[in-house]
């Protein structure tokens, strides 16, 4: 990688700037870097790491230093993990960072365990186990085992906002709200209602297990012909109102229909949903982003599906998707034809190409962009 870089140095320097001409606002940093250093982006937690030769300092979005220096630090779950050497110099010690680079847990830890909410068990150089929490250590609470995490806070239980009831001659079920009052027909052969708890909708299957999904109030978003409703429970169904499924070779989208003075009685009598569909074609594997789909096919190549219907194709290769609140990007591989190199590109969702480089580039979770040359300086860019 480095020799092909000083290779062809000039015409990664026109290509990039032409490139980094379209961030219009110009990176937010710009980052020193020289032989025995780089910057580390990570991605969930929106910080910098900065390696110097054997030390990694955690950093913000700046390049201000956070931390002191540590053997390794990563990410996990959203918590900041870091690594020293063990004093006797056989193995590792583990500990945790805040997000301000403040120590949670003492980097003294035989072994870590990360749990959602910002719960960790560790297991001391002794043997002894201890519990932490998002403000700490838990004195009165010590896990029976380093991997089990059964003593975390219950959830508080939350009331069902409808029910189900069968039809004992056809043996199918429909909808009721918690009067019994029917909601749907009996249509279906099942209806999970313990999805109903938390949320507001539910899956409900035929009598050959495609599935379908209901509003609790007893609207059809899909009808139950599908091999996969993506991600039921992601909180960007409330938000943008776009649901998917899969079967098949055909992905399908449900939009909450617009009634206006406009729309006639029996076309708004269909139901409060559209749903749109679109072939696949040898689709491997469908991924739902909240607002469009990420189709990857059994040659390896990937495409987006969009809610209004479209099918697009993306060029390159080893395509990785990055959501960036209503935002989308990919960083996908392609060959120069003159040099035969690869090279990283970098798209929007229209297609538009931000970045083609040969240097390195990540993106976090909430659009910040860091672009290493290796050579010169590294930068990081705000994408939104």
Not at 97 to 107: A, E, K, N, Q, R
Not at 287 to 292: A, L, R, V
């Amino acid at each position: 990688m480095i020799k092909k870089m000083f290779a062809c140095a000039l015409a990664l320097c026109m290509l990039c700037s032409v490139a980094l001409a379209q961030f219009s606002d110009g990176p937010i940093a710009k980052l020193a870097i020289d032989d025995n250093s780089y910057w580390r982006l990570l991605e969930e937690v929106n910080l910098l790491v900065n390696v110097e030769r054997d030390n990694q300092y955690l950093c913000d979005l700046m390049g201000n230093r956070l931390s002191e220096g540590y053997m390794m630090i990563a990410e996990n779950d959203g918590m900041i993990i870091v690594e020293n050497a063990a004093e006797n110099g056989v193995g590792v010690v583990k500990g945790v960072l805040g997000l301000d680079g403040s120590v949670i847990v003492p980097v003294t830890a035989a072994d870590i365990s990360v749990h959602e909410g910002g719960y960790v068990n560790v297991q001391n150089a002794d043997g002894t186990l201890q519990a932490y929490g998002p403000d700490g250590i838990l004195p009165d609470v010590v896990p029976s085992a380093i991997y089990s995490f059964d003593y975390l806070p219950e959830e508080e239980e939350q009331e069902p906002k409808a029910d189900k009831d069968i039809d004992t001659e056809t043996k199918l079920w429909a909808l009721t709200d918690l009067e019994g009052n029917l909601l749907t027909d009996f249509v279906y052969d099942s209806i999970n209602t313990y999805e109903l708890y938390g949320g507001d909708y539910c899956r409900t299957t035929s009598e050959d297990d495609a599935e379908g999904l209901l509003a609790y109030n007893g609207d059809e978003i899909f009808p139950p012909v599908y091999e996969e409703i993506l991600r039921i429970d992601y909180e960007a169904y409330e938000n943008r109102g776009i649901f998917a499924a899969w079967r098949d070779d055909v992905i399908a989208f449900a939009q909450k229909r617009e009634v206006t003075e406009n729309v006639e009685e029996d076309d708004a009598a269909r139901g409060a949903y559209i749903v749109t569909e679109i072939p696949l074609e040898d689709a491997d594997d469908v991924e739902f982003f909240g607002n469009f789909a990420f189709v990857e096919f059994d040659d390896e190549t990937f495409a987006i599906a969009w809610p209004d219907g479209k099918l697009t194709k993306l060029p390159g290769e080893d395509c990785e998707v990055y959501p960036v609140g209503d935002q989308i990007f990919f960083i996908t591989e392609e060959e120069d034809p003159d040099t035969g190199y690869d090279f990283s590109v970098l798209y929007d969702g229209e297609l538009n190409q931000l970045v083609w480089t040969e240097w390195f580039v990540s993106i976090s979770k909430d659009g910040y962009l860091l672009l290493n040359d290796y050579s010169d300086a590294s930068y990081v860019y705000d994408l939104k």
